[in-house]
């Protein structure tokens, strides 16, 4: 499945104002002709529009492909009163971590820029057990002791090239017994995804 099959199936719709901008970008009723964007972005005027990209409706809910989601306030205020200072990564992971950890009450926490580069974290993570001189082996992972992950079938989508980019050797199960048979000293982590195939009753169910 490639990337215009996936965004077909995300159930979204386009705004009105798209159909003026097709009639904009090729020539409409008007006389109207040339690309979408033209000159310099102005007050009033969508940042999007302004470099030829229609915004849509979201039918879906929070998916990286349609731009994750859009931020609350305390959001916007928080990354505003980020931006005039530099700091230190590897302190801002370290920050960020202890503090969802004490809110969401887990052992840790981390932020990613999509659902994709999150799997691909923590792929890594289980792989190198947080040794960097591994971190900068990857994805060749010859002499790796952990360097297999099992995913139910139900489980394979689109995104899980992200964890197979590590390099690890994925192991494909469908039962508990066959689980239960793939688990060993090589086992990295178990990939499972909620959903219908996860509920009550199914094989794999908790």
């Not at 998916?63 to 990354?79: D, Q």
């Amino acid at each position: 499945m490639n990337r215009r099959e996936i965004i077909k199936q995300l159930g979204v719709v386009p705004i009105a104002g798209s159909l003026m901008a097709s009639e904009t970008m090729f020539g409409s009723a008007l006389g109207t002709t040339g690309p979408l964007a033209s000159g310099p972005y102005s007050a009033g005027q969508s940042i999007f529009e302004s470099i030829g990209v229609d915004t849509i409706i979201n039918c879906r809910g929070t998916f990286t492909i349609l731009g994750g989601s859009t931020e609350r306030p305390e959001v916007l205020k928080a990354m505003e009163a980020a931006t005039g200072y530099f700091v230190q990564y590897d302190e801002l992971a370290f920050g960020i971590g202890r503090r969802l950890a004490e809110l969401t009450k887990a052992p840790w926490g981390m932020v990613s820029s999509g659902c994709a580069a999150g799997m691909k974290h923590v792929t890594a993570a289980c792989v190198t057990g947080g040794n960097p001189e591994k971190l900068i082996r990857i994805p060749h992972l010859e002499g790796f002791e952990k360097n297999e992950v099992i995913i139910p079938r139900s489980s394979r989508n689109v995104y899980d090239q992200a964890i197979r980019n590590i390099g690890v050797k994925v192991i494909m199960v469908e039962t508990p017994e066959e689980l239960e048979r793939a688990i060993n000293s090589r086992t990295a982590m178990i990939y499972i995804m909620t959903g219908r195939d996860n509920e009550t009753g199914r094989p794999l169910s908790p």
